[in-house]
């Protein structure tokens, strides 16, 4: 059997070029300076797929997995210096700092292109280089926004098939047009002093260098989606938004759509994927999307929105059937895992696994480990790239190009104390400031004091591709092209009692509280006013058949401390004080309405 090679690819795969000059002409240009072996233009079929799978295999890029357990599943690892997003070199490259922001770290634009021109300067001799056309966002959507990459990765391009709608359709949508995002990306030779993934909004333009990790180099999902989408959707009257969307469906087979925004470890994608427990065996819920919307408003006044992914980048530790058993048989098949444990039999395992610790198997490093071992057998972020369409509760409006009028956007983060399990706005304004001032608490010594409360605010702070301040603005903007607003919510499923102990039980029960907000949202549930903002009261929360949660329980995770909040909102400030000089006008105002309240 001849050993595949990309020097000679079968029949026509890796020809198809573009009828658009504009592209080819950037293609040769970049070519010309990063002193590619050959170029391989990726057409995004099946048979394409299939060689370039037995490409990376044959050059150990990627491991088959045991193809009876898991059918279509491969292993990668990555070098060990290269396992997670770099915001200290992440870079928005506007024409002056105060574009970028306080948040964000800046390097003015033409300073930048000379250094990465230095550093991509023949850094492609003796690869392939590899042109990978894709839509962000389902054919034809209003909103559907073209991308081309540019990669010396094989791993890339098989991941990029995976999380966006990669191939001809990408030409076809684009034309003769010059309105594409160029991503240009190279590994060079993966040195933490030469990885730089910097964003030119203003050119929607990405050059991402020295990473091989996902979260750096997969160009359409945090790069173009958030950081270029959130600057394009300023100027354009949009919004790029880090909210997963889902369908609500009541037995009556009324359908309601919720938007929601969490930071990291709050049980998003858990969230996306809910399984309503057994008291609410009549009612549905599906994923739209588990990490970004976009969203417009609509010709009837509402806010639509669309997932502009085709699949989910997702973290495996802490995965498992309980936690989330749609994303357990979501990645069962045609998955990429990436630094988790590979175990003797062929198959995968990390921490939280259903399984119990193998006796023996190689970590994420590919060195043996046993559970006597002092490291985690799983990079803490190791991760999953899985099709979209695996999701056995996909909803049918994942790919409809109108996208899905929102009624509820949710905030959520993880706070010990203080924030309550379900509060909702005042209005369109007070719901920007409950987005703009929310936060988590740290869960480990590395990332910062345990239980210090790091700000983030809409979970937009490492993504926003502009100032901070000014996307408060565009917020509070956007009310005035939507008639018929989404109600605004924050939610808290970590509150803990004085010893500890989680006061509310979360995973498939958070639909008890998603019952709560979806009636608001119609109608049909009744609130009190609070200092805080219109919260339920007990008779109006269903606690039908959850054990051991009464009256008393509900008044202590809803409860609020006008002590714990005073420091809250001095804690608020130190965000503030950052933007103050852009800040708008109306969170100050609504900081000192919540003031007279409490």
């Keep these: ?20 000059e504009i592209v080819r002409k950037w293609v040769a240009e970049t070519a010309a300076h990063t002193l590619p072996d050959r170029i391989f233009w990726c057409d995004g079929s099946e048979a394409e797929r299939k060689f370039l799978t037995e490409v990376a295999v044959a050059d150990g890029v990627l491991t088959p997995l045991n193809q009876e357990k898991m059918p279509g599943c491969y292993f990668a690892r990555s070098n060990p210096n290269d396992v997670a997003r770099v915001e200290q070199f992440t870079f928005i490259c506007t024409p002056t700092e105060e574009d970028a922001g306080p948040t964000n770290n800046w390097a003015p634009p033409a300073e930048m292109y000379e250094k990465l021109r230095g550093l991509l300067a023949g850094a492609m001799k003796g690869r392939t280089m590899f042109v990978v056309p894709y839509l962000m966002g389902p054919k034809g959507s209003p909103l559907t926004k073209v991308g081309v990459e540019i990669t010396d990765s094989i791993y890339v391009v098989l991941n990029m098939r995976i999380m966006s709608r990669m191939g001809l359709d990408a030409w076809a949508q684009l034309g003769e047009s010059d309105d594409f995002n160029r991503g240009t990306h190279s590994t060079l030779d993966c040195n933490p002093d030469r990885r730089f993934i910097v964003h030119f909004p203003q050119d929607n333009t990405i050059i991402s260098v020295g990473s091989g990790y996902g979260g750096n180099v997969l160009l359409g999902k945090k790069c173009l989606a958030l950081r270029i989408g ?242 408060f603005r565009h917020w509070l903007s956007m009310r005035k092209q939507i ?25 498939g029960e958070n639909m008890r509280v998603l019952e709560w907000i979806v009636n608001r949202c119609n109608g049909n549930a009744r609130a009190h006013e609070s200092a805080i903002g219109w919260m339920p009261s007990f008779k109006d929360f269903n606690v039908e058949g959850l054990k051991g949660f009464g009256e008393k329980e509900f008044d202590e995770v809803e409860k609020i401390d006008r002590e714990e909040w005073y420091r809250e909102l001095l804690q608020q400030d130190e965000l503030f004080f950052k933007l103050y000089e852009r800040l708008p006008k109306e969170m100050v105002f609504q900081r000192e309405l919540l003031v007279s309240r409490l």
């Excluded at 059997?1 to 658009?20: C, D, K, R, V, Y």
């Design 483 to 507: 008639k018929n607003p989404p109600l605004i919510f924050s939610v808290n499923w970590f509150r803990k009692d004085k010893d500890g102990n989680f006061l509310w039980p979360g995973f």
């Design 1 to 20: 059997m001849n050993t595949p090679s990309l020097s000679q690819p079968p029949n026509e795969i890796g020809s198809h070029q573009p009828a658009s």
């Design 230 to 471: 959130s600057y394009l959707g300023r100027t354009q009257g949009w919004m790029a938004e880090h909210m997963l969307l889902l369908c609500v469906e009541s037995p009556q087979g009324e359908k309601t759509y919720v938007a929601a925004a969490f930071p990291s470890a709050c049980g998003k994608t858990n969230f996306a994927m809910l399984v309503p427990p057994a008291a609410y065996q009549d009612w549905k819920i599906t994923t739209v999307g588990d990490d970004i919307a976009w969203m417009k408003p609509g010709a009837d006044g509402r806010l639509y929105a669309i997932n502009p992914e085709a699949g989910y980048f997702g973290v495996a530790p802490g995965t498992n059937r309980k936690s989330n058993p749609n994303a357990m048989t979501s990645i069962a098949r045609d998955t990429i895992f990436t630094n988790v444990a590979l175990k003797p039999d062929g198959t995968v395992w990390w921490e939280g696994h259903d399984d119990p610790p193998p006796p023996e198997c190689l970590d994420w490093r590919g060195q043996k480990w046993t559970p006597d071992s002092k490291e985690k057998a799983a990079h803490p972020n190791s991760r999953f790239t899985a099709p979209m369409a695996n999701n056995p509760v996909l909803a049918p409006e994942a790919n409809d190009p109108n996208g899905v009028p929102v009624s509820a956007i949710i905030f959520g983060g993880r706070r010990a104390t203080t924030m309550p399990l379900v509060v909702q706005a005042f209005n369109w304004s007070h719901g920007v400031y409950l987005g703009a001032t929310m936060g988590s608490e740290m869960t480990a010594a590395a990332a910062g004091t345990v239980g210090q409360v790091r700000r983030d605010p809409m979970a937009m702070l490492p993504f926003c591709g502009y100032n901070m301040s000014l996307y």
